[in-house]
C-alpha cells in the first residue's frame, strides 16, 4: 500500500500550473464514444479516473491512447454495448458511459458504479430521464439492460434537483436523437460547458449550457475533434486551501478565475489576499487565519462540495469558531475523525460541523477514506508540526496527479513510499 510522507511546517511557495480538470476530462472521454473517427484531447490529467476511462473505451471497441497529457480516441468502430462489472466499479462516474453507449449503440448493458463512498448517489434521475427518451430499462442481479427499440426521442426532461451527472448523461444521449431534448433545471457547472463545447465542435447542436435550461437539437452523425479539457477548479482550491494552511503564497497558472468564483471570498475572509487575472491566480497567505462564520455546500454556482474538505483542513487553525454546511452529499465528513486524530477541534451533527481553531496540529498516521478527504489531510499535514504519514493514497490518486510532485515543487516537503 502506498503513503505520502508529509513533514510539515514548510511555507510553499512560487509558481505552479493548474492540472486539468478531471471532472471534465471523463464526461468528455465519454463523449468520445459518439464522434465517428478520431478526438484527440489535451491537458488530460494522468489520473487513475482517467485510466479508467480508457480502459472502458478499449473495451468497447474504440482505439484509445494516452501520453504526455494527451489522449487520442478513435472510435470508427465499436464492437461492443457492455461495459464490464469491474470496469464500472473502479469509479462513480463511469455511470456516465450509458448515455454516450446508448446514443451511440442504441442499446446498453452496466452494473451500477463504484468509487468513492459518499453516501447516496442516486441514479433515478438517469434513468427516469432515459426513460422519457425512450429508452427501455430492466435491472436483475445488479446489472441494468437498457436498449431503444424505436430509437432515442427528444424530450423535455425536468430535473428535480440540478445533477451533474445526470445532466451530462441526458446531453449525452440526447446528441444523436431524433428531434430536441430541453433538460429544465440542469446543472450549471463550468464542466457542462466544457462537455457541450466538445459535443459541438463534433458537431452537435447544444445551446444553453451553464444556465438552467439546456437544448439539445440531436443530428444524424458527430465527427472527431481536437479538443483542450478546461482547468481543475477543484485542485486550484487545493493549492490555495495548501497556501493557507502554511501561511504560504503561490501564482496558480493555467486557471479560470471565473470558475473559483464561490471559493474565493471564503479565503478572503479567512485572511488571505487574492488577486485574479484571467488565467491566473495570486493568493497570499502571511497573516494568521480568521474563521469563517457559516459556508454552505450548494450547487453551482454555489461554494462545491469537493472543496469543503480542503477549507476545513485550512480552518482548523484560524482564530475563532467556524461552520460549515454540507447540503449535498450525506456522508461528506469521513476525513473530520482524522483530522481530529491530527490535534482539530471539530464537531458535526448531522449536514453540520463546527471548527474552533486551534494553535497546532501535529503529524499522525492517517487514512484517506475518499478522494477529496485524502487531500484535505494532505493539506492539513504541510500545516502540522513533524511528520505525517498519508495511508490510502490510492484515493487521492483518483483525482490529483502526481500530488507528491506537485507539492514539492512549491517547496513542500512530501514523499511517497510504498
Known amino acids: 500500500m502506498q503513503k505520502l510522507i508529509i513533514r510539515g511546517g514548510e511555507k510553499v511557495g512560487g509558481e505552479i500550473s493548474v492540472q486539468g480538470a478531471k471532472n471534465s476530462a471523463l464526461p468528455l472521454l465519454a ?70 453507449v446508448l446514443g451511440r449503440m442504441g442499446k446498453c448493458r452496466l452494473s451500477f458504479p463504484g468509487g468513492c463512498e459518499l453516501g447516496p448517489r442516486p441514479i433515478d434521475m438517469h434513468l427516469s430521464a432515459l426513460r422519457q427518451m425512450g429508452v427501455r430499462i430492466t435491472e436483475e442481479h445488479g446489472a441494468l439492460d437498457c436498449s431503444c427499440p424505436k430509437g432515442l426521442k427528444g424530450a423535455k426532461i425536468n430535473l428535480s434537483f440540478p445533477s451533474v451527472g445526470a445532466t451530462e448523461n441526458i ?3 440526447a446528441a444523436l436523437a431524433e428531434g430536441e431534448t430541453v433538460i429544465y433545471n440542469a446543472a450549471r457547472e463550468p464542466e ?61 497558472l493555467n486557471v479560470r478565475c471565473d470558475d473559483v468564483q464561490s471559493v474565493i471570498p471564503v479565503f478572503e475572509q479567512m485572511g488571505c489576499g487574492v488577486f485574479c487575472c484571467r488565467d491566473r491566480i495570486y493568493i497570499s497567505c502571511t497573516k494568521k487565519l480568521r474563521a469563517v462564520k457559516t459556508i454552505r455546500t450548494m450547487p453551482y454556482p454555489g461554494f462545491p462540495t469537493d472543496a469543503q474538505a480542503l477549507v476545513m483542513a485550512a480552518l482548523t487553525k484560524a482564530e475563532g469558531t467556524s461552520v460549515i454546511v454540507e447540503n449535498i452529499f450525506e456522508n461528506r465528513y469521513r476525513h473530520v475523525d482524522e483530522l481530529v486524530r491530527m490535534g482539530a477541534d471539530i464537531k458535526t451533527e448531522g449536514k453540520v460541523a463546527v471548527i474552533r481553531g486551534v494553535k497546532e496540529l501535529y503529524g499522525a498516521l492517517v487514512r484517506a477514506s475518499d478522494l477529496r478527504g485524502g487531500a484535505a489531510l494532505a493539506v492539513a499535514a504541510l500545516g502540522a508540526n513533524g511528520e505525517t504519514v498519508l495511508e490510502n493514497v490510492k484515493f487521492i490518486d483518483r483525482g490529483y496527479e502526481s500530488l507528491e510532485k506537485q507539492l514539492c515543487s512549491i517547496g513542500a516537503n512530501v514523499k511517497r513510499i510504498l
Open 192 to 252: 457542462i460547458c466544457d462537455l457541450a463545447g466538445y459535443l459541438n465542435s463534433c458537431g452537435a447542436r447544444i445551446k444553453g449550457a451553464g444556465s438552467s435550461t439546456v437544448s439539445i437539437e440531436g443530428v444524424s452523425e458527430l465527427h472527431g475533434c481536437e479538443y483542450t479539457v478546461m482547468p481543475d477548479r477543484i485542485a486550484a482550491a487545493t493549492l490555495m486551501a495548501a497556501a493557507a494552511a502554511t501561511g504560504g503564497e503561490l501564482s496558480l
Open 31 to 100: 463523449g468520445c464514444l459518439l464522434a465517428k473517427g478520431e478526438s484527440v484531447l489535451y491537458n488530460c490529467p494522468e489520473l487513475s479516473d482517467v485510466f479508467a476511462a480508457c480502459r472502458i473505451l478499449n473495451c468497447l471497441g474504440c482505439k484509445c491512447k494516452f501520453r504526455d497529457n494527451t489522449v487520442s480516441v478513435d472510435s470508427d468502430v465499436l464492437n461492443s454495448s457492455e461495459v464490464p462489472d469491474g470496469l464500472m466499479r473502479e469509479m462513480r462516474s463511469s455511470i456516465v458511459f450509458l448515455g454516450a
Open 171 to 173: 446531453m449525452l444521449a
